[in-house]
């Protein structure tokens, strides 16, 4: 066979020449050489076993054996299988025991009930990576269960490494490693670029890297996880991020089983400058939810996963579009020092699109400086205008030096981090001469250039390939270009922000819960407010009485008003049955509210098990809100913060962070409302106390992860925001505990 691409001692096989203009903005630099990674001999095997190889190289034992050769894999291939001689021109072994030579990679065709035996085999012969084609185990139920955790304890036992198994295999495009069956096992001619992918679906990931292909995105390494009993998403990504070839990590994901890995992938793109794109599907599912938690019912899978994205810097994508288009701007371009982006189009409309969509994204089209805009009047036609985003018209191609110039007058800028330009559909000579000088001007300046422009490539194909051997990346609507410009510069800000701030882990040990609570699945108020006034979270003055309606209520040390409510674990939404009387003004209306709580228990839950009548301090001079706890299967404890009332319950004005986090990260949930103006004081309402409210998130995800193995769901509803200086006040709290 003749050779082909082989790995150095840096990294997970040879990559393409990065590209001479904008290449160098997010890889990060190397200090000596790295260490070999430990999945290297998964991407770049010395030698490949087909295990269950099949002579019908179109069978799924086949194909792999066939793309191998197509691709001109440069090792061994030793197709296994006691029933032929040979396969596909080579010798076939009748056991892995047989194989004869340096194999480090098993793929596995066979029954799902032969496959453990074989990963022991493989095992025993040396081989450290076996991928399981074969589908069969969890996903067809119990007994499909029951197999899967026999192979994974074989590969435990064997020192084998797995991927799958139900998975369609492994591609190292530049170590010309096809490991893959299917209509992917027929692209053996695939090109080879700086992008690396892992999905769940073989058969849809394996389609999104044909499509990014398409549009001209080359990739390294693409691996189908399937069942992921072994070898991970996230563990794929922190690979993908210390392969120094790999530009941009991507993974396509279903499901998350380990939340927590995944976040840490992020926060290491962070490190690295590498940035993480994530396309979760099945969003819409509900996540998780306890019983009786109002919280949890307005938490979604799709609150918590972007949360945890943007806490960890995951990017989350969700189209092929987006996709392609930040491949090219990641793999391209410089970081940018800020989000302010400068315009230059040649049709006033186009300006106008991307300004809208650029607004949306959180980029700023700023004026220009006072001397920026004087001199490019002097260069644009006078039907043209000088404002960003500005009008070239198209008739300043008549004399390229116009536009050369105009270009360098706003990357001088000092306002301007970023420069946009929008050619339309430019073609012909002039596209090429406007490449030209794009080129041109990108070597001149350390800011990134992104052109937006839609000329088919066959009235313009000299200029597409100026640009592209540049690395100036092209998207073809002024929508996708403002999508993208700002992607580029949300990762930057984002590394900026994380890169400043500890991962926030809670130094003490958890408090011990009183052996009353740990034996509870549901508490009571007293009993929340009581857990909740052990990690410091301020709660309301409140009296616990018996529940007796002809109790003397005269000697009580209470100051009015106050509200009366029922306690009951069993009755977490008191208001419902009638269970809470408020602004309560003396002691006879204290006597009647009593008696009508308790009356109104009896009607409507009379079995109910009541521990007492609580009497409360009213607040009335703070903002109603709520913060509330999930424990999302994936992700763990997450806190959800917003406004009481109608901004939860009908506007969903709210935001999320997964636990334990500090007080950066709370300061961002507040300033994420709609409703946050409302906290600065409005209409001569006082300010609040956001710097107490913001303590009372930080205390509250604390406790959060402490009690991540007790903790379903908690609900503090309302929380008081009081003003300035007066802090907040917890005035209720539902806890349900699990574990």
């Not at 197709?79 to 056991?95: D, F, I, L, T, W």
């Not at 029922?566 to 204290?590: E, F, M, N, Y």
């Not at 999302?632 to 009332?645: R, S």
């Not at 961002?668 to 913001?694: T, W």
Request: with cysteine; hydrophobic share 45%.
């Amino acid at each position: 066979m003749a050779s082909g691409t082989r790995t150095d001692a840096r990294g997970l096989g040879e990559g393409a020449a990065p590209s001479a203009t904008q290449s160098t903005a997010y890889s990060a630099p190397e200090s000596g050489e790295p260490p070999t990674p430990a999945l290297e001999r998964l991407f770049n095997p010395r030698g490949i076993a087909v295990v269950g190889a099949s002579a019908d190289l179109g069978r799924i034992g086949g194909q792999p054996i066939k793309a191998l050769t197509e691709a001109r894999y440069a090792g061994r291939i030793y197709p296994v299988n006691p029933k032929y001689a040979e396969v596909g021109g080579m010798r076939c072994y009748r056991s892995i025991a047989d194989i004869d030579g340096d194999c480090d990679l098993a793929l596995i065709a066979l029954s799902a009930g032969a496959v453990a035996a074989a990963v022991e085999a493989c095992g025993a012969k040396g081989i450290r990576f076996a991928i399981i084609l074969s589908s069969g185990f969890k996903e067809i139920g119990e007994g499909g269960r029951a197999l899967e955790t026999a192979l994974k304890d074989a590969g435990r036992r064997s020192g084998v490494r797995l991927i799958g198994p139900n998975c369609q295999g492994v591609l190292s495009i530049p170590n010309r490693l096809f490991a893959t069956f299917g209509a992917i096992a027929q692209e053996t001619a695939l090109r080879a670029g700086a992008v690396s992918m892992a999905f769940q679906s073989g058969g849809f990931g394996f389609g999104v890297m044909l499509l990014c292909e398409e549009m001209g995105i080359g990739f390294r390494h693409c691996v189908s996880v399937g069942n992921e009993v072994d070898i991970t998403t996230p563990e794929l990504l922190d690979a993908f991020l210390d392969d120094p070839h790999t530009k941009v990590a991507c993974a396509y994901v279903e499901g998350v089983s380990d939340g927590r890995a995944l976040m840490a992938a992020g926060r290491k793109s962070i490190d690295v400058g590498k940035p993480v794109l994530v396309w979760k599907a099945g969003k819409s599912a509900v996540g998780r939810r306890a019983a009786g938690s109002h919280t949890a019912n307005i938490t979604g899978s799709s609150d918590v996963f972007r949360a945890a994205a943007r806490q960890s810097g995951i990017i989350e994508v969700g189209c092929v579009e987006d996709m392609v288009d930040l491949f090219r701007v990641f793999t391209s371009c410089r970081p940018p020092h800020g989000n302010r982006v400068g315009v230059l189009g040649i049709s006033g409309g186009s300006g106008i699109v991307f300004a809208d969509a650029a607004a949306d994204r959180g980029l700023v089209l700023p004026d220009f400086a006072p001397d920026t805009t004087a001199t490019l009047r002097n260069v644009i036609p006078v039907f043209g205008s000088a404002a960003n985003p500005a009008d070239l018209t198209a008739d300043v191609f008549n004399n390229i030096a116009s536009f050369t110039e105009a270009m360098t007058i706003v990357l001088d800028d000092p306002g301007i981090d970023q420069l946009c330009l929008l050619l339309a559909s430019l073609p012909g000579a002039h596209a090429l001469n406007a490449a030209q000088a794009i080129v041109a001007a990108a070597q001149r300046s350390d800011k990134p250039i992104l052109v937006g422009w839609s000329a088919r490539r066959n009235r313009a194909a000299a200029a597409y390939e100026v640009l592209e051997r540049a690395g100036i990346p092209i998207i073809s609507t002024p929508e996708r270009l403002a999508r993208a410009s700002a992607a580029l510069a949300a990762f930057a800000d984002t590394r900026r922000r994380l890169s400043r701030r500890a991962v926030s882990m809670p130094a003490a040990a958890a408090l011990p819960m009183p052996n009353a609570l740990l034996e509870k699945a549901q508490l009571s108020e007293a009993e929340g407010k009581q857990l909740l006034a052990m990690y410091g979270i301020p709660v309301t003055r409140d009296v616990l009485i018996e529940a007796d309606d002809r109790m003397d209520l005269s000697g009580l040390d209470i100051v009015f008003p106050v509200a009366v409510k029922i306690v009951s674990a069993d009755i977490p939404h008191k208001t419902d049955v009638g269970g809470v009387q408020l602004d309560i003004a003396d002691r006879d209306a204290l006597q009647a509210a009593v008696r009508a709580v308790l009356a109104n228990v009896k009607r409507l839950m009379p079995e109910a098990r009541i521990d007492g009548i609580m009497i409360s301090e009213m607040i009335r001079d703070g903002r109603e809100t709520l913060v509330g706890v999930v424990n999302d299967e994936a992700f763990g404890p997450t806190v959800v913060f917003g406004l009481g009332g109608i901004f939860v319950e009908v506007l969903r004005d709210v935001s999320y962070r997964v636990a334990p986090f500090d007080i950066e990260t709370a300061r961002e949930m507040v300033g994420e409302l709609r409703s946050r103006i409302l906290f600065d004081g409005y209409r001569g309402s006082p300010a609040l106390d956001v710097d107490a409210l913001c303590r009372t998130l930080v205390r509250i995800s604390e406790m959060a992860w402490h009690l991540r193995t007790r903790l379903a769901s908690l609900d503090i509803n309302p929380l008081f925001v009081r003003p300035g200086g007066w802090g907040v006040v917890a005035a209720d709290a539902v806890v349900t505990l699990g574990g």
